[in-house]
């Protein structure tokens, strides 16, 4: 019995053993089994939360911006010329309308708008609890109808420092009809009037008792401004690389959403020191190019190219008695290889009018140097050899009927004479005169006469052309005949050569010699007063009119942007090609070239000009436009922008019409027409539309630019940029929407 009972617990700890052997296994299996569960559960859940939500924009996240240029004080009144100041100026303050970069359209921004019937009034209703910058929680400062009125009222008044922007609101009549209304009348339609409308409103309050042809020095307020736009001003830091303007997100509860809480503006004082800090941008603006024309885009940045509603031309100062005669306009039209300039540029847009909104692909300005070269020769203006040949051949013409026959070009020293002998019949007498001297009869009673000309005294033969007169004994004139006279040999030889080319140009034109012997006007140059073969390294020479004129213009440029002095190099090389002399002028500064514009003080200006988002072109082509031919500086319109002195009555019908009708047919058969006429007058060579580059941080989204009329309208769409996004579920999914997916998918 003992021994049974004490080898019970032998057994019973062998089989506890194997128990937890076989536990500990099944544990194992168990927990990947579980993990394995648990991971299928969390991948089916992300495929359902993947598949059911998108990825939205949300709010948060800082822009910011690197750019060259300077920073001036924040008004916009007063950003006509700055476009640093512009970019920075559209995001603090917002106007009555708004440009729509994506639909091409003004539309409503912080007022509605209504127009009459016959376009001439327009009415502007504020919006809601629209606040500026400065409403604090306890006391809300509300834009108001008396802010509109002096917005607009204090632009309007004759000393108002910017007379540029006050010429668009010449003729308005203003009136209040509300606390949030007002009216704007017009003495006319005019179809463009909306776009003024988009200047930014100031706030009354932050001008009051400042003068106003001193509101351009209101500094206070300059750099720490207030608007009503969709960010609000929050502080100015000067560094040792750049100046640092912060704005922060405003809240408003106008529509669109922005997402941004901050952007801030970088200004640097050249391309060099920007790159320095780019770990530190998100976007910079207007990015250079290298030397093959490749936007110098960082890495990690993303470039977008855009034009704005701009070209560069060439434009002719009507003035300028040669430049009045169309032929010349056209010829020199004809000789601007336009393709040629934007390739050197690494420009892409060539432009052919400055009706930028209509469809030129009916027709192009075609490179045509022949064509060029006949309507120089139709407008009289010739080249030296033509006009030495012509010359040559009225002179051999002269010479070839009547009594007097002698050789045309003669070597004589001085001291000696000149033997001429003719007929007597020729004279009709025994007796008679040439050159004033008497005929002396010949002693054989041939019918002869003999005379002696001398180099010296009367009836002399000089040096260069002679023309010798034959009279009978009567004084009158029988016959004359054209000599040159030379005492220098090698003179003489090349005047022969030059008889010879002579001769060989009329057998040519009669068509006595192979095509491949004969020659043109073309084959000959014109050195030291005598025409010569041409040899391929002689230059074409400037062409004169009737008077001896040489066609000589002045093209003045601007020393800024520098590409414009490569452009006008170009034109200068082939219109050089055409017999036209160019005389560039670069003024050192840009006031100076300023000066020179606003007196027309040029020949030909290469410059560009901007349409903004109406495309209107009236400033541009109507006569009103024309500058006033004054010495009195202080007489000299700010405001005259017809570049060409252009004035066509036709032009200026059409271009009022355009600006007044409603009727969008009306409208396109205007400009259509219009086009024809420019294209006919030919008042400027139009050449390209410029390209621009900006570029991004690729962890920046949402970005699209859209149409812009100005670099600036690139922050009309800011609302669209994000840096932060989460997922929400799509529309009608949540997470009870589990469960049916799931079977579903099954």
């Not at 307020?221 to 922060?248: C, D, K, M, N, W």
């Amino acid at each position: 019995m003992f021994a049974i009972l004490s080898h019970v617990p032998l057994r019973r700890d062998f089989n506890h053993r194997s128990f937890l052997k076989l536990l500990s296994w099944q544990q194992w299996l168990f927990l990947v089994l579980t993990i394995a569960f648990l991971f299928s559960g969390f991948m089916v859940l992300r495929l359902f939360y993947t598949r059911n939500t998108i990825l939205v924009p949300t709010a948060g996240g800082t822009y910011i911006e690197g750019s060259v240029g300077e920073l001036l004080p924040l008004n916009p009144w007063f950003t006509v010329t700055n476009d640093v100041n512009r970019d920075i100026v559209s995001l603090i303050f917002s106007g009555l309308l708004r440009y729509n970069p994506e639909t091409q359209e003004i539309e409503d921004d912080l007022a509605t708008m209504e127009v009459s019937s016959d376009g001439r009034i327009y009415t502007l209703t504020l919006k809601d609890d629209i606040e500026w910058h400065d409403s604090t929680p306890g006391l809300r400062h509300y834009v108001t109808a008396e802010d509109v009125l002096f917005t607009f009222q204090t632009v309007q008044d004759p000393q108002f420092p910017n007379s540029l922007l006050r010429q668009n609101f010449r003729g308005v009549a203003l009136e209040q009809l509300g606390e949030k209304t007002v009216r704007f009348k017009l003495d006319e339609p005019y179809r463009f009037f909306s776009s003024n409308l988009t200047l930014g409103l100031l706030p009354k309050a932050s001008f009051e008792g400042v003068p106003i042809d001193r509101l351009d020095q209101v500094f206070d307020f300059g750099f720490h401004p207030i608007g009503a736009g969709p960010y609000a001003f929050r502080g100015l830091v000067q560094t040792e690389l750049s100046t640092e303007v912060t704005l922060e997100r405003f809240p408003r509860s106008l529509p669109p959403v922005y997402h941004l809480d901050r952007v801030i503006f970088r200004i640097f004082s050249d391309y060099t020191s920007l790159l320095s800090d780019l770990r530190n941008l998100h976007g910079v603006r207007l990015v250079p190019r290298s030397d093959k024309g490749e936007p110098l885009v960082p890495r990690r940045f993303t470039p977008v190219q855009y034009t704005l509603p701009q070209y560069v031309a060439l434009f002719f100062n009507l003035d300028h008695p040669y430049l009045q005669d169309p032929q010349l306009r056209l010829a020199l039209q004809l000789g601007t290889n336009k393709q040629a300039i934007v390739d050197a540029l690494y420009e892409k847009i060539i432009v052919d009018t400055p009706l930028l909104e209509i469809d030129v692909s009916d027709w192009r300005y075609q490179y045509d140097t022949q064509s060029a070269q006949g309507a120089l020769f139709t407008s009289n203006w010739n080249l030296p050899e033509k006009v030495r040949l012509q010359r040559l051949l009225e002179l051999r013409e002269a010479n070839s009927v009547g009594a007097l026959q002698m050789s045309s070009i003669v070597y004589l020293d001085t001291g000696a004479v000149l033997t001429v002998t003719g007929s007597i019949t020729a004279v009709h007498s025994t007796g008679g005169l040439l050159n004033g001297l008497p005929l002396i009869m010949s002693p054989t009673e041939s019918g002869a006469w003999i005379s002696a000309l001398p180099t010296q005294g009367t009836g002399a033969i000089r040096l260069g052309e002679n023309k010798v007169a034959l009279q009978n004994d009567k004084g009158e004139m029988i016959d004359s005949f054209y000599v040159w006279r030379t005492n220098d040999w090698k003179q003489f030889k090349t005047a022969s050569v030059e008889q010879e080319l002579v001769d060989l140009f009329l057998r040519s034109r009669a068509g006595e010699l192979p095509q491949e012997e004969r020659v043109t006007v073309a084959d000959f140059f014109l050195s030291n007063g005598m025409l010569r073969r041409r040899e391929s390294s002689d230059p074409t020479d400037v062409r004169v009119n009737e008077h001896g004129e040489k066609l000589s213009l002045r093209l003045l440029t601007s020393p800024s942007p520098p590409q414009y002095r490569q452009i006008a190099e170009f034109v200068q090389q082939q219109w050089g090609g055409l017999g036209v002399h160019v005389g560039i002028e670069v003024p050192e500064t840009r006031a100076e070239f300023e000066e020179k514009m606003l007196r027309r003080d040029y020949d030909i200006l290469l410059f560009g000009q901007s349409l903004l988002d109406n495309l209107d072109s009236y400033p541009y082509w109507h006569s009103s436009g024309v500058q006033k031919q004054t010495e009195n500086k202080n007489e000299l319109l700010l405001d005259a922008y017809n570049l060409s002195q252009y004035s066509s009555l036709q032009a200026d019908s059409l271009l009022e019409l355009i600006r007044k009708t409603g009727d969008e047919k009306e409208r396109e058969e205007a400009l259509q027409e219009l086009r024809d006429i420019l294209k006919e007058d030919i008042p400027a060579v139009f050449l390209y539309s410029p390209l621009y580059t900006f570029a991004y941080h690729q962890h920046l989204h949402g970005v699209k630019l859209g149409n812009l009329s100005l670099h600036s309208d690139r922050f009309l769409t800011l609302h669209n940029w994000f840096a932060k996004e989460q997922r929400v579920f799509k529309p009608g999914k949540s997470w009870w929407s589990f469960f049916p997916w799931l079977f579903s998918s099954i």
